[in-house]
Nanobody
Framework: QVQLVESGGGLVQAGGSLRLSCAAS????????MGWFRQAPGKERDFVAA????????YYVDSVKGRFSISKENAEKTVYLQMNSLKPEDTAVYYC??????????????????WGQGTQVIVSS
């Protein structure tokens, strides 16, 4: 069993930055591909970014390319999402997710085995 705990959300003005963290429990973090998803009120949970278990490859939804950066620190059992140049449309609850067993990174929520509780990000205009 893996537990994921997100932190780092908050209220920020448009153009500002936030860094989200997702701390994982368990001994096999290095074998997990990790993803970040977000869900705005009344909308589905959407893919934001993902990173392979090795950290060598990253993937982003087009709307955040060049502004967001995902990274994975296996020694810390933590995955980060650095968010720069934030826009009001980035407002959502952000969730991290883990996909075990040395599987590849995915943009599909149902491919992930474990989820955090979410952290709220609000970007004011």
């Amino acid at each position: 069993q893996v537990q994921l705990v997100e932190s780092g959300g908050g209220l920020v003005q448009a153009g500002g930055s936030l860094r989200l963290s997702c701390a994982a429990s368990g001994r096999t973090f290095s074998s997990y591909a990790m993803g970040w998803f977000r869900q705005a009120p009344g909308k589905e949970r959407d893919f934001v970014a993902a990173i392979t278990w090795s950290g060598s490859n990253t993937y982003y939804v087009d709307s955040v390319k060049g502004r967001f950066s995902i990274s994975k620190e296996n020694a810390e059992k933590t995955v980060y999402l650095q968010m720069n140049s934030l826009k009001p449309e980035d407002t959502a609850v952000y969730y991290c997710a883990a996909r075990g067993g040395w599987a590849g990174a995915s943009q599909i929520p149902r491919d992930y085995d474990y989820w955090g509780q979410g952290t709220q990000v609000i970007v004011s205009s």
